[in-house]
């Protein structure tokens, strides 16, 4: 159980210390996403 505890210790630590990665990383896919998503709009018109 304590091997339990201890990874979650450095997964929570990890994400913490790369949070602003991942927030860029997911802005960035959501904002290619949106442009693919316009694209096909117009061009589908």
């Known amino acids: 159980m304590a091997l339990v505890v201890q ?3 450095g ?3 990890m994400v ?3 949070s ?15 442009g693919a998503f316009i694209g096909t709009m117009i061009l589908g018109l």
């Open 7 to 9: 990874g979650y210790r």
């Open 20 to 34: 602003d990665r991942l927030f860029s990383v997911g802005t960035t896919i959501a904002g290619l996403l949106a």
């Open 16 to 18: 913490g210390l790369n």
């Open 11 to 13: 997964l929570s630590l």
